[in-house]
């Protein structure tokens, strides 16, 4: 497709030579274009609250129990994921993706982080117990800013939906993992904060092993 | 104390927390994505989108006429004047125009050229029955509905469908009287 084409201009004759409709396609492969290389527009927070707000209440009224509903929110996470890794990996890294363990997860720490919620994740620390486990973690998670969960939901965490993303951008930068999101208590702060569990299968840290 | 004077929709909007247009993007088309998949009719989807937006127009106008500082709109003209100018500009980050009133000045147009929801967005064939913007029909339906003015709010122009511009049906249908007594600040 032409707008993988690191150059813009080179990626416009492609088209031009193939298309059957070359006026049509240009006009698409610009606002295409235009919207791939922006990327600086806001919108209130406001408005992805209600909106965020929405998405969980329909799918609770699609699920009968808490696990449901996360790995729900988990999926609409993943599409999110799925297509931010596709879009930074061209808007930020010149079309190349991470190959390394720890150059994937600093790209989410930092990277993803930066642009879905205009600041790096306030830690990333590998687990103590376990060699597969990393932990990425933030205070005050963006989507539970506005949430407080009913007593009887539990441990239901919104964050599920983060915890959606990061799969969503592991997976398909060929990382696949287990994520979830959990609530963990701070001292000395009312509100917990909420961390993103990432656990890698069994054939990422293979590979990593391999490559040494 | 005298009433604070109205702001801008653009002194609101640079005082708000934001956030990037592409997480926003993004989820909003996740949601429909899974509506999509949920519902499989393209019409139970145009449905469940609206009733989202209205969901959201109910809560949403407190916080407009909160930030907003607004006083009453002296008629229809005016309110849409500031639907568009204030109210898309402050959640949205862009502003419509108001156009195509008909004589009685009960339904107009607001036109929309810049819509952060419609980044990335191409409707594949099996959806062209599906009014993928339905959010914010709705949304603009239950913030007039809060405010005493039943309106019916329809898509007449869609840029995924190929149009130049997103054009919005706003028709007042009726002003319903406030029913407990009424107390002005002024």
């Known amino acids: ?41 806001k919108v209130s927070l406001s408005a992805f609250a209600f ?4 998405l969980v209440q329909y799918n609770q009224t699609q699920v009968d129990n808490i696990a449901e509903l996360e790995r729900r929110l988990e999926d609409a996470g993943y599409a999110v994921g799925a297509r931010v890794l596709e ?33 790096v994740a306030d830690s990333l620390e590998k687990g103590t117990e376990h ?23 539990g441990a239901f965490n919104c964050g599920a939906f983060v915890a959606g993303i990061v799969k969503g951008v592991l997976d398909n930068a060929g990382f696949p993992a287990v994520v979830t999101a959990h609530f963990v208590p701070v001292d000395g702060q009312q509100r917990p904060r909420t961390t993103i569990l990432i656990k890698f299968v069994e054939e990422v840290l293979l590979r990593e092993a391999r490559l040494g | ?35 999509l998949t949920d519902l499989e009719e393209v019409d139970e989807v145009n449905k469940q989108l ?10 949403l106008v ?28 402050m959640f949205l980050g862009v502003t419509a125009s108001v156009t195509n009133w008909d004589t009685e000045g009960t339904t107009c147009s607001l036109i929309m050229e810049d819509n952060p929801l419609v980044d990335f967005v191409e409707l594949p064939d099996t959806c062209q029955g599906l009014h993928y913007c339905n959010i914010l029909s709705g949304v603009v339906r239950g913030a007039l509905e809060m405010v005493s003015m039943k309106t019916e709010v329809t898509w007449l122009r869609d840029m995924l469908k190929g149009d130049d511009v997103f054009e919005l049906q706003v028709k007042l249908l009726k002003q319903i009287p406030e029913e407990y007594p009424y107390k002005d600040d002024e």
């Open chain 1, 87 to 119: 879009l930074l990996c061209h808007r930020e890294k010149g079309n190349r993706r991470e190959t390394r363990l720890l150059g994937i997860l600093s790209f989410i720490h930092s990277t993803v982080w930066k642009v879905l919620f205009g600041k």
């Open chain 2, 1 to 35: 104390m005298a009433p604070a004077a109205p702001k801008s929709g653009d002194a609101i909007f640079a005082s708000v927390d934001r956030v990037n247009a592409e997480l926003f993007t993004l989820t909003y088309g996740a949601i429909v994505r899974q509506l």
């Open chain 2, 50 to 59: 609206d009733q989202m937006g209205y969901n959201i127009g109910v809560r």
């Open chain 1, 131 to 153: 060699e597969d486990e990393y932990m990425n973690s933030e205070k005050e998670l963006l989507v539970n800013r506005f949430i407080s969960i009913p007593k009887d939901m």
């Open chain 1, 1 to 41: 497709m032409g707008f993988r084409e690191s150059h813009f201009p080179s990626g416009l004759e492609v088209h031009k030579r193939n298309s059957p409709c070359p006026t049509f396609t240009i006009h698409i492969e610009i606002a295409l274009w235009e919207t791939l290389s922006k990327g600086k527009q």
């Open chain 1, 51 to 54: 909106l965020f707000s929405e």
């Open chain 2, 62 to 89: 407190d916080e407009f006429l909160a930030k907003s500082n607004v006083s009453r709109c002296v008629d229809f003209r005016e309110t849409a004047e500031v639907i568009a100018k204030v109210g898309f500009k």
